[in-house]
């Protein structure tokens, strides 16, 4: 029986830039109406984190979720030991423990993705289950048998390899051949019909479609998303200007992914709110007209990375980030920001490390605001504390000579600077 939002789920996907192609859309569009349909997308651990490149998918699945329809989230413990071919050069391999040790990890980071309670609870599961039993010669008789050698080659990053110097090996070469594999037996143990990810998959992705149709003589579905991009026209991917934006708190702060998304560019905004955010469809049209309107509020910023900071770090991490972003400017206490959470603010913030020796003073206020960078020099710096502009730990400084104080390090380590409302700096000290 079909659900309320089964006949919308596309439309929607749509309406959010989500879909690139489709095997049979009409055909997809029938069988999610028909009833809950159990889908699947995968990750390979091929690192310690999955990164914002990943989000895309995952935010695709929880809609497919929302709209009633059961998800398996794949973690590639079997496939992430050789890696999708890359388009410049063969992957260098990582060792099964290492992978092991990756898998555990990303199985932790697509949990807040989806819900595993209720008739249609999510399961995650690692390819490596089915994989591993299967001997070679199986595998070749049963499964490499219905792969045909001069299609595999015209997948495109195939064909690319093969045109390099580098070529490329049978492992990678075969790896077509591996997620297709994976979409057969989780048809096969969970009536799997529906494949999604990413368009630069879609060969990978028909494989399956076209084994299951050889293997089982059934028809089953796949559906890709669009790599984004920004409006400069470069690639939404692993890195945005030479950062990672990875979803692993040790890898990469709360504080730090905030940032990233409350940074985005008006031009990128409204786009990524539409694939990102679950607000509907009249409260991001709002914030479009709001950011064309009044673009330094960035609202529509503040509104996209609160909702995937909370969505990827928790709703109290979340908490803990905005009060910091509040309170270095200002707005708030800085004694209550946890040192966890001032370290990583600080650390991401245009800052200073001065070594002081056991009882030496440490620096005058005017010459750490010269060293961090606020004023070009310290007859400026003087001339900012006398005019009212400088801060020390959100107080203002009224004296040319203040000098701060052991007392005044934020969990012993820390001191803040601000001149006038914008412009921000840490201080660290440290034992000389």
């Given at each position: 029986?079909?659900?309320?939002?089964?006949?919308?789920?596309?439309?929607?996907?749509?309406?959010?830039?989500?879909?690139?192609?489709?095997?049979?859309?009409?055909?997809?569009?029938?069988?999610?109406a028909?009833?809950?349909?159990?889908?699947?997308?995968?990750?390979?651990?091929?690192?310690?984190?999955?990164?914002?490149?990943?989000?895309?998918?995952?935010?695709?699945?929880?809609?497919?979720?929302?709209?009633?329809?059961?998800?398996?989230?794949?973690?590639?413990?079997?496939?992430?030991?050789?890696?999708?071919?890359?388009?410049?050069?063969?992957?260098?391999?990582?060792d099964p423990?290492?992978?092991?040790?990756?898998?555990?990890r990303?199985?932790?980071?697509?949990?807040?993705?989806?819900?595993?309670?209720?008739?249609?609870?999510?399961?995650?599961?690692?390819?490596?289950?089915?994989?591993?039993?299967?001997?070679?010669?199986?595998?070749?008789?049963?499964?490499?048998?219905?792969?045909?050698?001069?299609?595999?080659?015209?997948?495109?990053?195939?064909?690319?390899?093969?045109?390099?110097?580098?070529?490329?090996?049978?492992?990678?070469?075969?790896?077509?051949?591996?997620?297709?594999?994976?979409?057969?037996?989780?048809?096969?143990?969970?009536?799997?019909?529906?494949?999604?990810?990413?368009?630069?998959?879609?060969?990978?992705?028909?494989?399956?479609?076209?084994?299951?149709?050889?293997?089982?003589?059934?028809?089953?579905?796949?559906l890709?998303?669009?790599?984004?991009?920004?409006?400069?026209?470069?690639?939404f991917?692993?890195?945005?200007?030479g950062?990672?934006?990875?979803?692993?708190?040790?890898?990469?702060?709360?504080?730090?992914?905030?940032?990233?998304?409350?940074?985005?560019?008006?031009?990128?905004?409204?786009?990524?709110?539409?694939?990102?955010?679950?607000?509907?469809?009249?409260?991001?049209?709002?914030?479009?007209?709001?950011?064309?309107?009044?673009p330094?509020?960035?609202?529509?910023?503040?509104?996209?990375?609160?909702e995937l900071?909370?969505?990827?770090?928790?709703?109290?991490?979340?908490?803990?980030?905005?009060?910091?972003?509040?309170?270095?400017?200002?707005?708030?206490?800085?004694?209550?920001?946890?040192?966890?959470?001032?370290?990583?603010?600080?650390?991401?913030?245009?800052?200073?490390?001065?070594?002081?020796?056991?009882?030496?003073?440490?620096?005058?206020?005017?010459?750490?605001?010269?060293?961090?960078?606020?004023?070009?020099?310290?007859?400026?710096?003087?001339?900012?504390?006398?005019?009212?502009?400088?801060?020390?730990?959100?107080?203002r400084?009224?004296?040319?000579?203040?000098?701060?104080t052991?007392g005044?390090?934020l969990?012993?380590?820390w001191?803040?600077?601000?001149?006038?409302?914008?412009?921000?700096?840490?201080?660290?000290?440290?034992?000389?």
């Open positions: 029986m079909a659900r309320p939002g089964d006949q919308t789920v596309l439309d929607e996907l749509h309406w959010r830039g989500l879909v690139a192609e489709a095997t049979d859309e009409d055909a997809l569009r029938a069988a999610l028909q009833g809950p349909v159990t889908y699947y997308v995968g990750f390979d651990p091929t690192a310690p984190s999955l990164h914002h490149g990943n989000l895309v998918q995952l935010v695709t699945a929880r809609r497919f979720q929302q709209a009633g329809h059961t998800p398996l989230l794949l973690i590639g413990g079997s496939t992430g030991l050789i890696g999708d071919p890359k388009p410049d050069a063969e992957r260098t391999l990582n423990e290492t992978v092991a040790g990756w898998v555990e990303l199985k932790r980071q697509v949990e807040p993705f989806v819900s595993f309670e209720g008739p249609n609870a999510a399961r995650i599961v690692n390819n490596l289950d089915w994989t591993a039993p299967v001997s070679i010669l199986t595998f070749l008789r049963d499964i490499g048998r219905h792969f045909r050698v001069n299609k595999m080659i015209q997948k495109e990053v195939v064909k690319t390899r093969l045109e390099s110097d580098a070529g490329i090996g049978y492992a990678e070469f075969s790896y077509q051949i591996l997620q297709a594999f994976d979409y057969l037996e989780l048809y096969r143990r969970y009536g799997c019909t529906l494949q999604t990810g990413g368009s630069d998959q879609w060969g990978n992705i028909t494989a399956g479609v076209d084994l299951i149709r050889r293997a089982e003589g059934a028809t089953v579905h796949a890709a998303t669009p790599l984004l991009t920004r409006s400069d026209g470069t690639k991917g692993k890195s945005a200007g950062l990672t934006v990875w979803l692993d708190p040790e890898m990469m702060s709360p504080y730090a992914f905030y940032q990233f998304w409350f940074n985005t560019a008006d031009a990128d905004v409204a786009q990524y709110l539409r694939v990102f955010s679950f607000r509907s469809r009249e409260e991001l049209e709002e914030l479009e007209k709001t950011t064309a309107e009044r330094a509020a960035r609202e529509a910023q503040r509104v996209l990375a609160e900071t909370t969505l990827v770090h928790g709703q109290e991490e979340t908490v803990r980030v905005i009060a910091a972003s509040a309170a270095l400017f200002g707005r708030g206490t800085l004694g209550e920001i946890d040192a966890r959470t001032l370290d990583a603010a600080l650390r991401e913030a245009p800052h200073v490390r001065v070594e002081v020796a056991g009882g030496t003073p440490l620096p005058s206020v005017a010459d750490l605001l010269a060293d961090a960078g606020l004023v070009q020099s310290r007859s400026a710096a003087r001339r900012t504390i006398e005019e009212g502009g400088a801060y020390l730990n959100n107080e400084v009224t004296d040319v000579d203040a000098v701060p052991a005044d390090l969990h012993g380590r001191l803040v600077l601000r001149r006038g409302r914008r412009s921000m700096a840490g201080v660290e000290v440290a034992a000389g």
